[in-house]
């Protein structure tokens, strides 16, 4: 018998609207060996990273979020979603059918995801897909640019009517910051925002003193 549907991640934002149209789930995957110069998450590109966890139970917070908070989509990124292709397309295919929109980001062009054994399968239950290695001489301008999406050279495929409105990806770009409750900050969104709000705080003294 085949094991439950899993996928490796690294980790996982229940409520967020800097990773796509709408109040969203996001879910970095962990493994990529695309390994594109300038990504913003080389420390996802170890494929034995991150923890294991079961479909069921991504599922199970997923409609947790959009029954608590209004969540209305999932959005997969990486790492390489299409690398645990069997895993992202249980996933997809549960959270769809609960009426909730699903955008996938892949370093992979168009044409070479549609050779990926699986990935019809998977498109089955995909809203849009972002497809292409980011290339960083070539950055989403912050303002003006498409909202979500880290190069020029990424394509965009709807392959539904949901996220095909091109409004939906024309805002400024946006990043979030979240303290919890340990006191740990993250945050998410637009990698160029981060980097230079990192820029802009004080570096702490290497005595460690402050
Ligand atoms: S495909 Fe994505 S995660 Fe992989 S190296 Fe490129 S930007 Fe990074």
Same mark, same amino acid.
């Given at each position: 018998m085949d094991a &439950?549907?899993?996928?490796?991640?690294? @980790?996982?934002?229940?409520?967020?609207?800097?990773? #796509?149209?709408?109040? =969203? %789930?996001?879910l970095w995957?962990?493994?990529?060996?695309?390994?594109?110069?300038? /990504?913003?998450?080389? +420390?996802?590109?170890?494929?034995?990273?991150?923890?294991r966890m079961s479909v069921d139970r991504l599922v199970t917070e997923?409609?947790?979020? &959009?029954?608590? @908070? #209004?969540?209305?989509?999932?959005?997969?990124?990486? #790492? $390489?979603p299409l690398e645990q292709l069997a895993g992202v397309a249980a996933l997809a295919a549960a959270v769809r059918p609960r009426g909730l929109?699903?955008?996938? %980001?892949?370093?992979?062009?168009?044409? $070479?995801?549609?050779?990926?054994?699986?990935? &019809?399968?998977? /498109?089955?239950?995909?809203?849009?897909?972002?497809? #292409?290695?980011?290339?960083?001489?070539r950055r989403e301008p912050l303002r003006g640019g498409r909202a979500f999406i880290g190069s020029t050279n990424q394509t965009l495929h709807h392959l539904s009517d949901r996220y095909a409105a091109p409004e939906l990806w024309r805002r400024p770009a946006a990043m979030e910051l979240r303290i919890r409750p340990t006191g740990e900050v +993250?945050?998410?969104?637009?990698?160029?925002?981060? =980097? =230079?709000?990192?820029r802009a705080l004080p570096h702490p003294d290497p005595s460690g003193e402050r």
């Open positions: &439950a549907p899993s996928l490796r991640i690294a @980790h996982r934002i229940a409520i967020t609207e800097a990773e #796509g149209p709408g109040r =969203r %789930f996001a995957v962990q493994g990529c060996s695309l390994k594109c110069p300038g /990504c913003c998450n080389p +420390e996802l590109f170890d494929a034995a990273g991150g923890d997923l409609a947790a979020a &959009a029954r608590d @908070h #209004g969540v209305v989509g999932l959005t997969v990124v990486g #790492g $390489e929109g699903v955008l996938v %980001f892949t370093g992979y062009t168009w044409g $070479e995801a549609a050779q990926l054994p699986g990935f &019809a399968a998977l /498109c089955a239950n995909v809203d849009t897909f972002v497809c #292409g290695r980011f290339d960083p001489r +993250e945050a998410s969104g637009d990698p160029e925002l981060q =980097r =230079r709000l990192l």
